[in-house]
């Protein structure tokens, strides 16, 4: 629910959050700061990332980051950092 989420700890590979309800005009900042595994972003229910299918999981790579924008309710677009 915060502008700029920072994941310290990514246990496993998949490990996961949640996006808040995508929203026109919103934008958040997702940055996976471990060291070694990939975790995924999943949307809120209904909600998409880019073009994969309504709940399915973004993956962000080991200390990698990402902005999310919502251009229009219920889809949020990535642009990798």
């Known amino acids: 629910t915060t502008a700029i989420t920072r ?10 959050l949640t996006l808040p309800k995508a929203k026109a005009g919103m934008s958040l900042v997702v940055i996976n700061a ?5 975790m995924d972003v999943f949307p809120a229910v209904g909600d998409s ?7 399915a999981a973004y ?3 080991a200390n990698k980051a990402v902005m999310l924008v ?3 309710d219920g889809l949020w677009h ?3 950092a």
């Open 7 to 16: 994941v310290t700890t990514v246990a496993v590979a998949g490990d996961a």
């Open 49 to 55: 990332v880019n073009a994969l299918a309504a709940d």
């Open 34 to 38: 471990a060291a070694a595994n990939s």
């Open 59 to 61: 993956a962000i790579t």
């Open 70 to 72: 919502c251009p229009v």
């Open 78 to 80: 990535s642009v990798p």
